[in-house]
């Protein structure tokens, strides 16, 4: 009997139980479900700033580079400058060498003319040797200065070459074979050339020699006697033989007597 009596007691009890704690289960859910909110906004907020950070630092990254490229940039404006700089003052440089060369062509060309003139004279009041050679390069120096393809210091150059060639004459010991018109007679004979000093030649089959005379402008004989000191000259002159002492007729110099 006693039990019946606490059955409706222990449902009273509970009931109260559960009375007393809906309102506490209530405010845990609704604190559970506020942290869960303010865990995802926390993870969302998170999110954007690293979403941020990661812009943040790949615009950096632009801006570094973009300030490396606009540094080679003022550099290299920097030598354009300096190199324009320098092509200006090369430009006026050559404006003026210009100018100068335009002056000295106005003068030059004038004295490559007579000094070809003068180089012609002197060719025909000279020994005559090589005449033909002689006179040919004259000729083409005076076509050359015609020439507009031809540079003025091209010109020049071989204008000096030619009375360079004159000066070495002078100084050396040749022999040719070439025609000689003497007395109406052309004949091919030996020349030999020692110098401006003296020339001579002799007929092939040598029994004729001759040396010129420049005071009178004519060949004269060479007597028999010297032939084999003629002859001699002329291997040497070949580099046939060894440099050696001529005898050798030659005429006397103006005033002596």
Excluded: C
Aim: negative net charge.
């Amino acid at each position: 009997m006693f039990p019946r009596r606490r059955a409706p007691q222990a449902a009273i009890l509970s009931a109260l139980l559960l009375a007393l704690a809906h309102p506490a289960i209530a405010q845990l859910d609704e604190a559970i479900g506020l942290r869960t909110d303010a865990q995802a906004e926390g993870s969302a907020s998170q999110g954007r700033i690293d979403a941020m950070s990661d812009e943040t630092d790949r615009m950096l990254a632009q801006y570094r580079t973009a300030l490396q490229r606009t540094e080679a940039l003022q550099v290299y404006n920097q030598q354009l400058s300096e190199l324009v700089d320098s092509q200006e003052e090369e430009k006026r440089l050559i404006r003026r060498d210009i100018e100068r060369v335009t002056v000295v062509n106005r003068e030059i060309t004038p004295l490559m003319l007579r000094m070809i003139e003068s180089l012609d004279v002197f060719i025909e009041l000279d020994v005559p040797f090589l005449l033909s050679e002689r006179t040919e390069r004259v000729k083409t120096l005076r076509e050359m200065m015609k020439r507009p393809d031809v540079s003025e210091a091209e010109k020049f150059r071989r204008v000096l070459e030619a009375f360079q060639i004159e000066n070495d004459y002078g100084r050396s010991i040749e022999a040719y074979r070439a025609e000689l018109d003497a007395g109406g007679s052309v004949r091919e004979v030996e020349f030999l050339r020692i110098g401006r000093t003296a020339l001579y030649y002799q007929t092939l089959d040598g029994s004729e020699m001759g040396r010129w005379d420049q005071t009178s402008g004519r060949w004269v004989p060479v007597d028999a006697s010297y032939r084999a000191a003629l002859r001699q000259g002329l291997r040497m002159a070949r580099k046939q033989a060894a440099p050696n002492l001529l005898l050798l007729p030659i005429a006397a110099a103006e005033g002596s007597g």
